[in-house]
């Protein structure tokens, strides 16, 4: 008698570290507009939704893989470089909070800054289905976007 199961999907944690390594490899391999989102694609869902805070100049809901590849490519206009340097994972069932310092040059103006980010993340059947990041300034943000 054989019978058959499926393997089970990666925890919630291992999806995310895997989206981050994939993530590097995506921006060494010239980012947004140069290399194919292919790189990231495995680790979200097809209807994947990030919330962004309206108040930037990339806010708004982006939906799908599509959406997800337009986000990038706004990320990138915006901002000259977006490294992502210390992190902290919290893990629980379906949702990873992550807590990450960002270092940014605003492309408009040359503007560098540092800022935190929290993120709630869902994954579900090993991949992320809505990611919601909260900023704790951004208004701080716009203004190092914005020229005088």
Known sequence: MTSTHEA????SLSVLTGM???????????????ASFDLLAPYFAPDVVLHQARAL??????????????????????????????????????TV??????RATARATGRELAF?????????????TQVRPF????ATIVAAMTRP
């Open 57 to 94: 100049p990339y806010g708004g809901t982006w939906r799908g893989h599509d959406g997800m590849t337009r986000f990038f490519l706004a990320m990138a206009e915006a901002w000259e470089s977006f490294e992502i340097g210390e992190q902290e994972f919290l893990a629980t069932g379906e």
């Open 116 to 128: 935190p980010v929290l993120q709630t993340i869902t994954v579900r059947d090993g991949r992320i």
């Open 20 to 34: 981050y390594e994939a993530e590097s490899r995506y921006l060494a391999a010239g980012g947004p507009g140069r």
């Open 8 to 11: 089970p999907a990666p925890d």
């Open 97 to 102: 909070v992550v807590h990450s310092q960002v």
């Open 135 to 138: 900023y704790w300034d951004t």
